[in-house]
């Protein structure tokens, strides 16, 4: 499966912004999901992920009430809708899935084997 990352920009602090992770290639769903950040300097973190069927999530504490996860099979597409975003969210985001069923911290925990691109998210204080 190939990935594209797409929505990053430049936001002030306490504003929006929506990543968007287009699929291609073998069956989307068949996939679990996740983002991941990178921050200059520091190591790449889990964000979010979601199961294959969209049916559960998980979250960094970091992030939790301020990011949603969603999907739309249909559309072979990943959601990453950010609110309320803060100076500490600025990183490169990329999106990346795992094939198989799983759930919860399953989601978390995973090697995640397939990566796409990134895209830049910078939050001005």
């Known amino acids: 499966v190939q990935l594209q990352a797409s929505g990053g920009g430049l936001v002030q602090a306490g504003g929006s912004l929506r990543l968007s992770c287009a699929a291609s290639g073998r069956t989307f769903r068949s996939f679990a999901t996740g983002w991941f950040r990178q921050a200059p300097g520091k190591e790449r973190e889990f964000v979010a992920a979601?199961?294959?069927?969209?049916?559960?999530?998980s979250y960094a504490d970091s992030v939790k009430g301020r990011l949603t996860i969603s999907r739309d099979n249909a559309k072979n597409t990943v959601y990453l809708q950010m609110n309320n975003l803060k100076p500490e969210d600025t990183a490169v985001y990329s999106c990346a899935a795992a094939y198989g069923d799983y759930e919860g911290v399953q989601l978390g925990r995973i090697r995640y084997d397939w990566w796409g691109q990134g895209t830049q998210v910078t939050v001005s204080s």
């Open positions: 979601i199961s294959w069927s969209g049916g559960s999530t």
